[in-house]
């Protein structure tokens, strides 16, 4: 089965600042899907960027942007000029291209700094 | 546009009993899909619905079961609650099976006393 880490239980930043989250992943798949979800204290879970694997270049959604190592299996977060608004836990999720369940890994809590 | 909407939003049991939580799908999708979370664990895959059927099993006892009906909204049901089982349960939905992108309610709080 795939599993996906996330290594940094929490994480801070100060507003405006720029933080990156860490995710690795194990898979022997070569056609696949990687997430990064926002979980706030609502609880509602929030799509924050999206890549696919078979695409080279890293998707990027206005402040987030993401680094995907495929030889490597990483896929870490960057969040540019951080805003209160970006505090939250956040999932990396896996999605293989033939299956319909995510693998999610155990979050990390994100807090921002005035 | 009505996003996922799930009900109800807490509840407490007792060991032993039943529960059935429910999910009204994104309106346009098709295929729904639940999530447990426990505590400070990332969602885990129960199971997925589509086209009124249970088309793929994440690794649940089967005292987890579920329905979708015509109007593609679902149910999830919990036989013989444990202590365990206490946890946020996510339904998430999308449009057809393949589709990479789901979408997420707010979750029913589930404490099992």
């Known amino acids: 089965a795939q599993t996906v880490t996330q290594s940094q239980p929490e994480m801070s930043v100060q507003e405006a600042e720029t933080v990156t989250l860490s995710c690795t992943y194990d898979t022997s798949e070569s056609d696949y899907y990687l997430f990064w979800y926002k979980q706030p204290p609502s609880r509602q879970m929030i799509l924050v960027i999206r890549?696919?694997?078979?695409?080279?270049q890293n998707a990027t959604e206005n402040r987030f942007s993401v680094n995907f190592q495929k030889a490597a299996k990483s896929f870490s977060l960057k969040i540019s000029d951080s805003q209160l608004g970006d505090a939250a836990m956040y999932f990396c999720a896996y999605r293989s291209a033939g299956g319909n369940q995510f693998y999610f890994g155990t979050g990390t809590s994100l807090t921002v700094i005035p | 546009d009505a996003g996922v909407t799930q009900s109800p939003t807490h509840l407490i049991k007792t060991r032993g009993q039943q529960v059935t939580l429910r999910c009204s799908p994104k309106s346009g999708h098709d295929t729904v899909s639940w999530y447990q979370q426990a505590l400070g664990q990332g969602p885990q895959f129960i199971f997925q619905y589509y086209e009124e059927e249970e088309r793929q099993r994440g690794n649940f006892p089967d005292r987890f079961s579920g329905h979708q009906f015509p109007n593609y909204s679902s149910e999830l049901n919990v036989n013989a609650l444990w202590l365990g089982d206490s946890a946020l349960y996510l339904c998430?939905?999308?449009?057809?099976?393949?589709?990479?992108?789901?979408?997420f309610g707010e979750g029913s709080w589930l404490t099992v006393v």
């Open positions: 998430a939905s999308s449009l057809g099976q393949g589709w990479n992108t789901i979408y």
């Open positions: 890549q696919e694997a078979y695409k080279q």
